[in-house]
């Protein structure tokens, strides 16, 4: 059975730093990409960053580079997200999904795998 499962989550003071983790189990975890998106209430998900397990190539939306930092440890099928100078616009909740194309992209298409998502609260 596949499985990913964010932690790291919660409430934090604008100009704050969270580290998400997502880790996971049930499918060969060095061929896939991992990735992070983000829903806010009454938006849509939109693709925060990624990392390909196979090459190491990552992408990131514009809204988040500088600031955020994608990270996988192969050896513990788990992947990151380091969230520094963190805004009250980072409001959301935060999924992982794995992807079999395997390539750093922002596209939700790419991933078959979702986890069921955790809060990050970011207060002004």
């Known amino acids: 059975e596949v499985q990913l499962v964010e932690s790291g989550g919660g409430w934090v003071p604008a100009g704050g730093s969270l580290r998400l983790s997502c880790a996971a189990s049930g499918f060969t975890f060095d061929d896939n990409a991992i990735g992070w998106f983000r829903q806010a209430p009454g938006k849509e998900r939109e693709g925060v960053s990624s990392?390909?397990?196979?090459?190491?190539?990552?992408d990131y939306a514009d809204s988040v580079k500088g600031r955020f930092t994608i990270s996988s440890d192969n050896a513990k099928n788990t992947a990151y997200l380091q969230m520094n100078s963190l805004k009250p616009e980072d409001t959301a909740v935060y999924y992982c999904a794995a992807g079999k194309w395997g390539r750093a992209t922002l596209w939700a298409w790419a991933y078959e795998y979702w986890g069921q998502g955790i809060q990050v609260t970011v207060s002004s």
């Open positions: 990392i390909s397990n196979s090459d190491s190539k990552t």
